[in-house]
């Protein structure tokens, strides 16, 4: 079984900065990809941002130049750094990993359960 446990979210004001962080655990062969999503209220869940296994990244338009997408392949650990923050950015933000749990399982895609990212004065 695997988990994706998220961690970071909170209550800031415009212009300062979070920290997200999300840990793989349990039953991992092989990660290929991980990244972050969010979903505002009465929107659609959107990529934020996401990694691959070899350091490739892409972003949203709406976050380049201000949110950094990092990853911790020994700790099967994903991070995003936010900075200048705006209220638009508000919303849950999700956590997802790519990955194989077995040699001979096929990939799949795993989600944590979500944090709370706010952003008001």
């Known amino acids: 079984q695997v988990q994706l446990v998220e961690s970071g979210g909170g209550l800031v004001q415009p212009g300062g900065s979070l920290r997200l962080s999300c840990a793989a655990s349990g039953s991992i062969f092989s990660i290929y990809a991980m990244g972050w999503y969010r979903q505002a209220p009465g929107k659609q869940r959107e990529l934020v941002a996401r990694i691959t296994t070899g350091g490739n990244t892409r972003y949203a338009d709406s976050v380049k130049g201000r949110f950094t997408i990092s990853r911790d392949n020994a700790k099967n650990t994903v991070y995003l750094q936010m900075n200048s923050l705006k209220p638009e950015d508000t919303a849950v933000y999700y956590c997802?990993?790519?990955?194989?749990?077995?040699?001979?399982?096929?990939?799949?895609?795993?989600w944590g359960q979500g944090t709370q990212v706010t952003v008001s004065s």
């Open positions: 997802n990993a790519d990955l194989m749990a077995g040699p001979s399982q096929s990939p799949y895609t795993y």
